[in-house]
T-cell receptor, first 109, second 113 residues
């Protein structure tokens, strides 16, 4: 069965420290992977997708098919990065998007 | 474009009552879906639709009905509300190809007492 695992419910880091939010997936096909972010009192929105291979707000994520991971990284965390982050998997042919349980990132001053 | 619009934003129901959460999108998206968001559970798919007249069950469909009579609208019906359905509900839409970006509504906070 398809699954997305985010092992950390809460991640606290100090401003300026590196951040890595972990995401592992289980899917036998070719995955489409995303990171969505929910800032306080805002709707969920796309942060980045693996197919774009771009950096958004300083965040990057690399798909590692060998380790079935799609970790989100940022070298220097900012206070405005504090939010809830969801990793999501889109499975080919089914139109379903499977979300992880989310990681709350708190960036401390 | 308004994007994805959900109503109501807040609702309190008594156990056994029924209600409909409305969802509309103006982006001509084929794919629409409903999720519920619970602490520690993340987002769980309730129902989804890949086009008008086509719906399918997600991970947690029990207690909910949907229909898709138009491309724009995708209402979620709670048939007989239960306290376990207290949650935040999100409607979402995307273009009708797997792997496209999902656009979310602002959420509907539902409390069943």
């Amino acid at each position: 069965a398809q699954r997305v695992t985010q092992p950390e419910k809460l991640l606290s880091v100090f401003k300026g420290a590196p951040v890595e939010l972990k995401c592992n997936y289980s899917y036998s096909g070719s995955p489409e992977l995303f990171w969505y972010v929910q800032y306080s009192r805002q709707r969920l929105q796309l942060l980045l997708r693996h197919i774009s291979r771009e950096s958004i707000k300083g965040f990057t994520a690399d798909l590692n098919k060998g380790e079935t991971s799609f970790h989100l990284k940022k070298p220097f965390a900012q206070e405005e990065d504090s939010a809830m982050y969801y990793c999501a998997l889109s499975t080919s042919g089914t139109y379903k998007y499977i979300f992880g349980t989310g990681t709350r990132l708190k960036v401390l001053a | 474009n308004a994007g994805v619009t959900q109503t109501p934003k807040f609702q309190v129901l008594k156990t056994g009552q029924s209600m409909t959460l409305q969802c509309a999108q103006d982006m001509n998206h084929e794919y629409m879906s409903w999720y519920r968001q619970d602490p520690g559970m993340g987002l769980r798919l309730i129902h989804y639709s890949v086009g008008a007249g086509i719906t399918d069950q997600g991970e947690v469909p029990n207690g909910y009905n949907v229909s898709r009579s138009t491309t724009e609208d995708f209402p979620l019906r709670l048939l007989s509300a239960a306290p376990s359905q207290t949650s935040v509900y999100f409607c979402a839409s995307s273009l009708g190809s797997p792997g496209n970006t999902i656009y979310f509504g602002e959420g509907s906070w539902l409390t069943v007492v």
